[in-house]
């Protein structure tokens, strides 16, 4: 069992930046991917930023150029970097762990970014 837990989540204005980190509580495979996914009321679920365990990131469109995702294997821990932030940003974001084949599929308990004036 993989527990995954998210920190760095906040208030925070338009324009301004958050960083959040994931960090994995047990060994996980080294072939995986790790991703950030966000929740806004009302909405379902939406990959934000994944990044496989080469390292390759992909990003959702309305990210694109202000948010990076990176990861350090060694800690297994994942991150965030969210500049740049509109309103439209503001969710629940989850951290979330799984195989290529999606047989593993692990998520952290959510983290809430507010972006507002």
């Known amino acids: 069992q993989v527990q995954l837990t998210e920190s760095g989540g906040g208030l925070v204005q338009p324009g301004g930046s958050l960083r959040l980190s994931c960090a994995a509580s047990?060994?996980?495979?080294?072939?995986?991917?790790m991703g950030w996914y966000r929740q806004a009321p009302g909405k379902e679920r939406e990959l934000v930023a994944a990044?496989?365990?080469?390292?390759?990131?992909n990003y959702a469109d309305p990210v694109k150029g202000r948010f990076t995702i990176s990861r350090d294997n060694a800690k297994n821990t994942l991150s965030l970097q969210m500049n740049s932030l509109k309103p439209e940003d503001t969710a629940v974001y989850y951290c979330?762990?799984?195989?290529?084949?999606?047989?593993?599929?692990?998520w952290g308990q959510g983290t809430q970014v507010t972006v507002s004036s």
């Open positions: 990044i496989t365990s080469d390292g390759s990131a």
């Open positions: 047990a060994r996980i495979f080294s072939v995986n991917v």
């Open positions: 979330n762990y799984r195989t290529y084949s999606w047989a593993l599929n692990y």
